[in-house]
T-cell receptor, first 114, second 113 residues
Framework: DTAVSQTPKYLVTQMGNDKSIKCEQN?????MYWYKQDSKKFLKIMFS???????INETVPNRFSPKSPDKAHLNLHINSLELGDSAVYFC?????????????FGQGTRLTVV | AQSVSQHNHHVILSEAASLELGCNYS??????LFWYVQYPGQHLQLLLK??????LVKGIKGFEAEFIKSKFSFNLRKPSVQWSDTAEYFC???????????FGTGTRLKVLA
C-alpha cells in the first residue's frame, strides 16, 4: 500500500490551462503539505494543512489554491498555468505539525507547462 | 529566520570512498534533524533522523549522522559508498519555533563505478 499517493505522476499542459494534482495519504496523519521542487532541485514549502485547516501559506501566487476535503486528502489546483510553474510537486504528510514527527513524501508530480 | 545550509552542492566519488556531506542550521532552540535521499526520478526517502538522545544516529543503507549542537551541524557520513548511492541528498530541520520542514538546497552525489 502506498502511504502517500499523488496523481497524476506526469502532467503536460499548455500555458493558460487550469489543472489539479491530487494527494491522498492512508497513514492517518493530521498534517499534509505541498512542496515545489524546481529545476535546481530546491525544495520549497508551499502550503500546509492541519485537519483540513490551512496553517502555512508561503508566498505562493493566488493562482495556486489548495483544497482539503478531509484530512486524508490535500489537492492542489493551479489556474492559468505559466511556464515558470514547471516543476516537480511533492505532497507530504506528517502525524502532526509538531516536533518529533517525520514527514512521508509522495512520489511527486512532474508538471511541464508548454 | 531558520535556515539550513548544505555547502557541498556536487560531490563526485569513486566506489569505496568515504563520504561526508555537510549540513548546518541556524536556530538556537530545540531542533529535529533529518537526512532524506532522492534517487533519480524518485520521491524523497528518509535516511535517518535525530529527535533527541544519542547524537550519533544510524540510518538505513549504512548511513550515519552526528548532531553537534555547538556547531549547529548534522553531517551525513558513510564509510564506503557504492554506485547505487548516486542520488540527491537533502538535509532538513524542524524547530520548536516553527514546526515546518526547512530543507537545505541539496547535494548531488555521483559515485563512479
Amino acid at each position: 500500500d502506498t502511504a502517500v499517493s499523488q496523481t497524476p505522476k506526469y502532467l503536460v499542459t499548455q500555458m493558460g490551462n487550469d489543472k489539479s494534482i491530487k494527494c491522498e495519504q492512508n497513514l492517518g496523519h493530521d498534517t499534509m503539505y505541498w512542496y515545489k521542487q524546481d529545476s535546481k532541485k530546491f525544495l520549497k514549502i508551499m502550503f500546509s494543512y492541519n485537519n483540513k485547516e490551512l496553517i502555512i501559506n508561503e508566498t505562493v501566487p493566488n493562482r495556486f489554491s489548495p483544497k482539503s476535503p478531509d484530512k486524508a486528502h490535500l489537492n492542489l489546483h493551479i489556474n492559468s498555468l505559466e511556464l515558470g510553474d514547471s516543476a516537480v510537486y511533492f505532497c507530504a504528510s506528517r502525524p502532526r505539525d509538531r516536533l518529533n514527527t517525520e514527514a512521508f513524501f509522495g512520489q511527486g508530480t512532474r508538471l511541464t507547462v508548454v | 529566520a531558520q535556515s539550513v545550509s548544505q555547502h557541498n552542492h556536487h560531490v563526485i566519488l569513486s566506489e569505496a570512498a568515504s563520504l561526508e556531506l555537510g549540513c548546518n542550521y541556524s536556530y538556537g532552540g530545540t531542533v529535529n534533524l533529518f537526512w532524506y535521499v532522492q534517487y533519480p526520478g524518485q520521491h524523497l526517502q528518509l535516511l535517518l533522523k535525530y529527535f533527541s538522545g544519542d547524537p550519533l544516529v544510524k540510518g538505513i543503507k549504512g548511513f550515519e549522522a552526528e548532531f553537534i549542537k555547538s556547531k549547529f551541524s548534522f553531517n551525513l557520513r558513510k564509510p564506503s559508498v557504492q554506485w547505487s548511492d548516486t542520488a540527491e541528498y537533502f538535509c532538513a530541520v524542524t524547530t520548536s519555533g516553527t514546526y515546518k520542514y526547512i530543507f537545505g538546497t541539496g547535494t548531488r552525489l555521483k559515485v563512479l563505478a
